[in-house]
């Protein structure tokens, strides 16, 4: 999906919301119109209540206008969040009105007092659950096509009032039956699942604000997609969370190690491609294309002694006698080797020639305290990676160090030579 | 010692300053409660209730910090950092509701200034509730600060309202024993506004922060240049930089060239992040893309 596809998405969901908007406002006019030639204190208390479906509409409205702005240095993943948002507050009110209903009701349990049945409420009840059922469509169906979650929650609210108005008639049924207790029974119910609903929502609202990945699907969707992409060995740490109507996703890709960047690039874009294809929502994808996997690495310490694993870690490079050079495979195996460091001897570009020493046996990683910019050079041309030996002495405690990613890259010494 | 090691002692830092200021809290609220009903001050066992509010304001706050100490986990792959913010969030809503209420009974004052009794044992009790609360509102902002945790400071905030409010019923005696009846609701008029702008400032950040807000502009600019200063890197783009509680995660697109060998893109790529990783002590985790230098220029 382009920006401006997600643009109009959005665009359709606000100009819904604004519809929802205008049609409750016509609907609390027409009770308040209606209560005040009546005189019926009912419909003016339902026109109270119809403000908060007014506030709610206009939140959304608002929400899903302002996150159709374009991303900023701010807000570099955009405004989606608002909509997010926007569905938080819906669920508050809706929380906070199935309490307010659940109390009445309660009160009506306790005092059931005689409800006068007066057409005027009878004949607004009536328009006021129609066009509360017509709107729950109506957001329900846009809501479904923009991916609007505050849209869907709208839906529910108007729902919620459909029954409530509803429930005007069931006190006319109850009356005639002899049953006056009833109606409160059916506002507690009705108050009880308001509260739920409003419940389940907020938990909804606030686990994609606390960036939770709410599609687990999507996870092996997007493995899947990059797998069938040539030249992808695997892929891993994939991370998806929702803002908005919108899903932003990353994912670690392995390709093969002999790769030039051109062709991981390529890869990548590849891979890109597909999955904005099949999983449309996606907006912001990360893709952090590595090398493979080997199954040996070649670590380079050096050694002040050569007695194998036992040796003096030294803090030289190019002045330190011996290297150390242990191959750890995959499974767990490792066997070592120590070389002598004949350039340890000579006057001048000591490091430059320890540097060709472990580029000559294949090292893929050295460890060491410090190296000067020349060997650092020479090291880096031939992908040999560097990490910090701190303050280590102990072969053992590097390797384990090395196994676990707990060291630290290293960059050369400005003043080494 | 990792970085994520230092995380954890700073959370924890945070987790034990929201204790204590919770632990001093309950001990103010039950002695409120005691001297209330020792001495039949309604006055004060409304404070006592008061009080409550700033005892689930703290607990919020710990609870927060607490959570975004968890391991991430297949739910919420990126942790539990934004907790915080959203526990930042509900206390702001709880200090704006504290506010409306001072309003409130001030504007009631307006109209029909009541006749308040004049008990030493209330006044000493508020004059020791400001201090108490005095110290703990820089406690928490020293600490929120340090460990750049919104919770913390808006919950000084909150502290600090608290003194003005101490304040304000030592002030009302005064002023209504010479006989000016207006002073206090005034005086309450302007600590409601000071907790409303507290409130709506820090409820702003937490919001903001709810919505990947960027740190400051300082710390973006000076995190690109990081990574366009490490060797080999031709130029960055798409940079993206989010808030997430005390912390910050880092995406950004980083070009070389197109013919640099992956393993050594790569490596560079580790580098970047261990640079960015190492300047910016509050980054959390760094995502790098590489692509082709050509392509964009």
């Known amino acids: ?417 | 010692m990792s970085a994520g090691d230092a995380k954890r002692i700073l959370l924890q830092r945070g987790i034990t300053v929201s204790r204590r200021s919770t632990f001093v809290l309950v001990v103010l609220s039950i002695a409120k409660a005691v001297v209330g009903l020792l001495s039949g001050s309604i006055a004060l066992l409304a404070d006592a209730a008061h009080t409550i509010m700033d005892i689930a304001g703290s607990v919020i706050v710990w609870l927060g910090l607490r959570l975004s100490l968890r391991k991430p986990t297949d739910l919420f792959p990126y942790g539990f950092y934004k907790a915080e913010s959203v526990c930042a969030l509900i206390v702001c809503i709880i200090m704006v509701l504290t506010g409306a209420e001072i309003l409130r009974d001030s504007i009631e004052r307006l109209y029909g200034p009541s006749v308040i009794s004049f008990r030493p044992v209330v006044i000493a009790v508020a004059i020791g509730s400001g201090f108490v609360s005095y110290f703990l509102a820089r406690y928490k902002e020293r600490a929120g600060r340090e460990i750049s945790s919104q919770g913390l400071r808006i919950e000084s905030r909150h502290s600090f309202a608290d003194v003005l409010n101490s304040g304000l019923v030592c002030g009302s005696v005064l002023f209504t024993y010479m006989g000016v009846s207006w002073v206090e609701p005034l005086a309450a008029v302007i600590i409601s506004a000071f907790i409303f702008w507290a409130a709506l400032t820090f409820g702003k950040d937490s919001i903001f922060a709810l919505m990947d807000v960027s740190p400051q502009p300082a710390i973006r600019k000076a995190i690109e240049e990081t990574i366009v200063g490490t060797p080999e890197v031709k130029g960055v783009h798409a940079l993206k930089v989010r808030r997430a509680g005390p912390f910050i995660f880092v995406e950004a697109h980083v070009e070389m060239d197109g013919r640099t060998s992956l393993e050594k893109a790569h490596a560079i790529a580790d580098e970047v992040e261990d640079r960015v990783q190492e300047k910016f002590k509050e980054v959390d985790s760094t995502t790098i893309h590489v692509g082709i230098h050509e392509k964009h220029s």
């Open chain 1, 1 to 417: 999906m382009s920006t401006e596809e997600k643009i109009q998405l959005l665009g359709k969901g606000a100009r819904a919301a604004k519809a929802s908007t205008y049609v409750t406002i016509a609907l609390t006019g027409i009770k308040v119109v209606a209560g005040l030639l009546s005189g019926s204190i009912a419909l003016l208390a339902d026109a109270v209540h119809s403000l908060s479906d007014i506030f709610t509409s206009l939140a959304v409205w608002l929400g899903m206008k302002l996150s159709q702005r374009k991303p900023s240095e701010r807000f570099s993943y955009g405004f989606y969040r608002v909509e997010t948002l926007a569905f938080m507050i819906v669920a508050i009110v809706v929380a906070a009105s199935g309490f307010q209903v659940l109390l009445a009701s309660f009160n009506r349990i306790v005092n059931p007092s005689a409800v006068a049945f007066a057409p005027a409420t009878l004949t607004v009840a009536a328009i006021s659950s129609l066009v509360s059922y017509l709107l729950y469509r109506f957001k329900s169906r846009v809501g479904n096509e923009t991916n609007s979650q505050a849209l869907q929650g709208e839906a529910k609210h108007s729902l919620i009032d459909v029954l409530s108005s509803a429930l005007v008639f069931a006190a006319i049924l109850v009356h005639y039956a002899g049953l006056p207790w009833a109606e409160g029974i059916a506002g507690v119910l009705i108050g009880l699942l308001t509260i739920r609903l409003g419940l389940g929502m907020g938990k909804d609202a606030v686990l994609v604000l606390l960036d939770a990945c709410l599609r687990p699907e999507l996870i092996s969707q997007m493995k899947s997609i990059a797998a069938e992409v040539n030249g992808v060995r695997g892929v891993h740490e994939i991370k998806v969370r929702r803002s908005g109507p919108f899903i932003f996703a990353e994912m670690h890709v392995e390709v093969d190690r002999a790769m030039r960047m051109d062709e991981a690039d390529a890869i990548s874009g590849a891979i890109e491609e597909r999955i904005r294809d099949s999983i449309k929502e996606v907006d912001s994808l990360m893709l952090h294309v590595e090398p493979s996997k080997k199954d040996m690495y070649r670590i380079a310490i050096p050694v002040e002694e050569d007695k194998g694993l036992h040796s003096r870690v030294s803090y030289h490079f190019g002045k330190s006698p011996y290297f150390i050079l242990i191959d750890l495979h995959e499974n767990g195996l490792r066997s070592w080797l120590v070389v002598e460091n004949h350039g340890a001897k000579i006057e001048r570009k000591r490091g430059i020639e320890a540097a060709r020493l472990l580029v000559q046996h294949k090292v893929d990683v050295l460890v060491a305290r410090e190296v000067g910019e020349g060997p650092y050079h020479v090291l880096r041309d031939s992908s040999v990676q560097l990490f910090d030996l701190g303050e280590e002495s102990e072969i053992e405690h590097v390797l384990d160090a090395f196994s676990k990613k707990e060291l630290r890259s290293l960059t050369y010494a400005k003043e080494a030579a």
